[in-house]
Each structure stands twice: as C-alpha cells, then as structure tokens.
C-alpha cells in the first residue's frame, strides 16, 4: 500500500485547503461516486449536532473541546497535479460546504445593513477561503466561480445547482434537488439561530470553522483509497463495482447527449435490477459467465473490477457492441424469473411457464447461487426465441444435479468446475447434458440430510412432486413439524420422549405449509392440527387431514419418510441419466 498521510485538521484547514502542498488545487467528487443523497434528516441531525456541541461547549467554558465529523479519505490524480479526488466523506463535505456558504450568505446580507461591524466583516474574510480561492497578496475573492470543490458524478444534473449556490449564493427557482434544500434548510436555521441567540450566533459559525474537525487519510493511489473507504465505512455503503463501471461507461459516451441517453439507460437498467431483488453488481457477476461461457473459460473465478478492466485497466468490454443492451436484457430476464409466486401469469410470463417457476423456486433454496450462472447463460444464447418448455426441462435436469451433488458432497467446491464447464456447453450448444451416477448408498446419504439446510429445497421439491396438480406454493412457507418440536408425551399413547425425538426431524415428520396456517395451528395435537390442514392449498398438507385417526405414530413417520425418500430417489435418478 502506497504511503498515508494522517492529520487531525480544523473544517476551515479541510475546506480552505491549507497546508503542505495543498493550495492551489481542487476536491473533486469523482465521475464514479454516487450522487449527493443527504436530505432534511441528516442536516437536522448535523444541525442539532453542532448547536448542542456549541451550547455545552460553552457552558462548560471548555475552550479546546472539538467536535469530530468523522474522516475524509481522498488520492492525488498523477495526471492532474491540483485534483484531489474525494474518495470517501463526499457527503459530510458537500454538506459543509452548503452549511459555510449559508453562514456566508446571511452575513453578507447582516453587512450590508452594518457595514461597520467588524466581526461580521471578520468572519467572512474566515469563511472565503473556505469556499473560493483568494489572492495570496490583497487576500480578496476576485472570482467567485474558483471554488474549491467541483463534482463530476456521472448522469448527475444537479452539479450545476450545487457550484451555482457556492458561487452566487442563490438557488434556481422551484429547484427540489438535495443541494438546494439542505442549502435552503441551513439558512433558515441560521437566520432562526441569529434571532433566538442575538449573542451566540457569530459565536457558532466561529466554533463551526474552528472547532469542528475532521480526520482525513491522504493517499497517492486510488486502490489503496479504496481500500481504506471500504474499511473504515461500517456504516454506510462501500462504493460499489458497478459505480466504477457506470463511470466507466458514461466516458464512453462520445457526445452529450449519448452521455443523457446513457444516464436513462442506466436509471432503468437501476430499476429493473431492483424490481428483480438484485443488485446492479449481481448482473454484471451473471454476465461475466455469459462471457467466460463463450471464451470456453473455466478458470478460477476473479473479483468484478479485475475481470471487466482487463488488461492495462481498459475496460475493452464495455466497447462491446451491445453491451449495454445484454446487461439490459439480462435483468429484465430476472425480473420475470423472480415475479413472486402469487403474481405469476404463465401467459404474461416471457420465460417461464409454471413447471419452470417451480423448479425455479427449489433452486431459489438451494445453498449458494452457482445455478444462476448457467441459467444466464441459457437465457443469452436463446434469447431472441426462448424456447420455454427447454427452459422448464433444463432447469428440472440442472437442479437434479446441483441437488444430489451437494447431497454427496456439501461444499461448493464439488459444484463450481462442473458448473463452469456447463456455462461453456450451453455457450456452444444452448444446453447442457447433466449427468451423475446414483450410489447405491443414496437413499441413506438423502435420509441423512433432514436436518441440514438442504432439507427444506428437499421437502419443497417432494410437494410438488407429491401431486403434479399442485399449485405454484408461497415463497414465505415453513417447514410444519407433524409431530410438534415442543413435545408432550402425555399426548402421545405411550411414546416416550427419548423415542419421539429419534423421529423429529425426519423428513416423515415434516411438511411444507402455509405460514398463517402454520401459525395458526401452532404444536398442538396431530388431531387438533388437521382441521388447518385440510385448509391449506399444498396438496400434500391437505392429504394430512383425511390421516386415519387422531394420533401421529411412529409408525406414521416411518412409513411416510420411506415413502419421501423413494419420491426423490426416483426423481433424481429419473433425471440424471
């Protein structure tokens, strides 16, 4: 890591840039950061923040007590000698920023109604550094447009707004972004404080400047800046690959208005992502399998960042003709596949047709999400005629295999070869072949597996394999305990503690069932419980309720766990031929 640079430093040091090599240059928020995202509630926070820092400050007569804002990590631009990239803490210093012009506004407009009032005129020749740059001999602003800190987030139109309020002190009309109402809430807040505090007020702008202070980490690379953000920042959000990329993306453009066709491009792609419960970055992971699947690349897998910079840092892929529209394509593709369960219209749906979303729904339970590589790439080579029912068969076959795979071997470096070179088969070909002989200890190895994680995909997939009428079934279902958890052996004819808890997690023993039924029929007796049974829409649990008798025996568990365990056996070894 490259060398850091560490000092405590005043809100007037950070802002004015005073120091060691520091004058003369610029805070830029970089094209790749997110935009400005503070509202009221952050401001009030800070607001309240630093008049109560100021008012117990000032009670205790503690003259060297500081307030801290938290840190600033930014890197120096090798190319550009007078930008320093702000890498973390754009936030609390845009805000500063907005807080001191207001401060400087309402002073201002205090001069000019008494013009002899040096400490108003002193606290403003405080506050310009702060804000503009000033000549070093008359110490004067002689261009209020020389600020001290542009931003340059890409897609943003609100970089205007934010350096015309530094510059002028005014805001547009009817402007609603983040810049003109936090600046608008500051004034009014100071102007609220001038008139309850006739004798505090300048006193807090001072202690505001001086008294406020910040740590900020100083670093000559952007790597190492990143690495210090994404340590320090616990609190909020890392700065995200896809950030990077949409940067990236956004210089790609050759003409403004590419640059606002681009910036709707990516608001929508944000959307989609959104609507499909994914992240932006999940995309970009899924389409790197779409590209390794066709450069027949089954290496090991490399960080987002590394593999779409490629070579010398370039970011050739996104030169790609079509690239954007993949990534597009692609998540729209997800937000049909995770259309919830209850909403699903098999004629509606592009991609799936009702087969499809349950197998769907099982591998949505599977341990890890390896699955979704290949599913990607399916989608890619068939996209422009998706053939549904192939879909349905392929998911059926790749889940068979992930399935009885982890059962064997439940790590997912038993999975993730296999599943590289089914992304390059499916590149080739559009599908993929996925076979994997049954052991003859199977049925012993899945009976094994009722109380691991994998036990609940397992039960999920015996209700819809237990009746192929069944119903697409709630994503918020439980596993039901036939015979309760909380078990009373005085309910029980004869069964004793130490016998029934041999038998509780069986797969015999469990159900998949409604939530609100679930709840509702809570432990009571197996006799109680089948009147919510016979209430419940998986067929299986309603089968429960036309049981023989009142009484769950052991007998019972036994004999339905055997019958479990041969469903799916058949399944898989039906399936991976």
């Not at 108003?120 to 020749?125: D, K, T, V």
């Not at 070093?136 to 139109?157: C, F, G, N, Y």
């Amino acid at each position: 890591m490259s060398d850091l640079i560490v000092n405590k430093k005043s809100a007037e040091e950070i802002l004015s840039l005073t120091g060691t090599g520091l004058r003369g240059k610029t805070y830029i928020i970089p094209d790749y950061q997110r935009p400005y995202r503070w509202e009221r509630d952050q401001c009030v926070t800070l607001w309240d923040d630093l008049t109560g820092f100021y008012e117990e400050r000032k009670a205790d007569n503690n003259t060297d007590r500081e307030y801290f804002l938290g840190s600033i990590v930014t890197c120096t631009d090798p190319s550009n000698p007078k930008r320093i990239d702000v890498i973390d803490g754009q936030q609390r210093l845009t805000t500063l920023y907005l807080m001191l012009r207001a401060f400087y506004s309402k002073l201002e407009a205090l001069q000019q109604g008494n013009p002899t009032d040096m400490e108003i005129a002193g606290l403003m020749r405080t506050i310009e550094p702060c804000i503009w740059n000033v000549n070093p001999m008359s110490r004067q602003v002689t261009d209020r447009a020389d600020i001290h800190i542009h931003s340059l987030v890409a897609s943003e139109k609100d970089n205007d707004t934010f350096h015309r309020i530094l510059e002028t002190g005014e805001t547009p009309v009817n402007n609603q972004s983040n810049y003109a109402k936090n600046y608008s809430f500051f004034l009014a807040e100071y102007n609220k404080y001038i008139t309850e505090h006739p004798m505090d007020w300048k006193h807090l702008c001072l202690s505001v400047i001086s008294k406020c202070i910040m740590l900020p980490i100083e670093c000559d690379d952007l790597e190492s800046a990143l690495t210090i953000f994404n340590t320090l920042n616990n609190r909020g959000l890392s700065l995200s690959d896809s950030d990077i990329f949409k940067a990236q993306l956004y210089k790609r453009q050759p003409s403004q208005t590419d640059k606002d066709n681009f910036a709707y491009e990516w608001k929508e792609l944000e959307e989609t992502a959104e609507n499909a419960g994914l992240q932006i970055d999940d995309i970009f992971r899924y389409y790197t399998h779409i590209i390794r699947g066709g450069n027949g690349d089954k290496s090991k897998e490399i960080g987002l960042r590394r593999f779409y910079a490629g070579e010398g840092n370039r970011y050739a892929t996104f030169g790609a003709a079509g690239f954007m529209d993949n990534l597009k394509d692609l998540a729209a593709f997800w937000q049909d596949l995770n259309t919830p369960n209850g909403a699903f219209n098999e004629q509606r749906s592009k991609y799936c047709n009702t087969e499809a979303k349950k197998w769907l729904h099982c591998l949505k339970c599977y341990p890890n999400e390896y699955w979704k590589y290949p599913t990607s790439v399916f989608f890619h080579y068939h996209k422009a005629d998706f053939p549904k029912p192939l879909f349905a068969d392929f998911l059926k076959r790749m889940m068979a295999y992930l399935f009885v795979r982890f059962i064997e071997y439940p790590t997912i470096n038993a999975i993730k070869d296999p599943i590289f070179a089914a992304c390059i088969e499916i590149a080739k070909t559009g599908d993929a072949i996925f076979t994997h002989p049954i052991k003859d200890n199977f049925t012993d190895a899945l009976n094994n597996t009722s109380t691991w994680r994998i036990s609940k995909p397992m039960l999920l997939l015996e209700a819809y394999l237990f009746n192929p009428e069944q119903k697409l079934i709630p994503e918020n279902f439980q596993i039901e305990h036939i015979l309760p958890q909380k078990w009373q052996n005085t309910n029980y004819n004869g069964w004793s503690i130490e016998d029934a808890k041999t038998h509780l997690e069986l797969y015999g023993n469990k159900v998949v069932f409604e939530r609100r039924l679930n709840i509702w029929a809570g432990n009571g007796y197996f006799g109680k419980k089948k009147p919510y049974y016979d209430k419940s829409s998986i067929l299986e649990a309603k089968e429960l309720a036309f049981h023989n008798g009142n009484d769950w025996t052991k007998a019972d568990i036994e004999e339905r766990n055997e019958t479990i365990l041969k469903h799916l056996a058949d399944f898989f070894e039906h399936n991976l031929k």
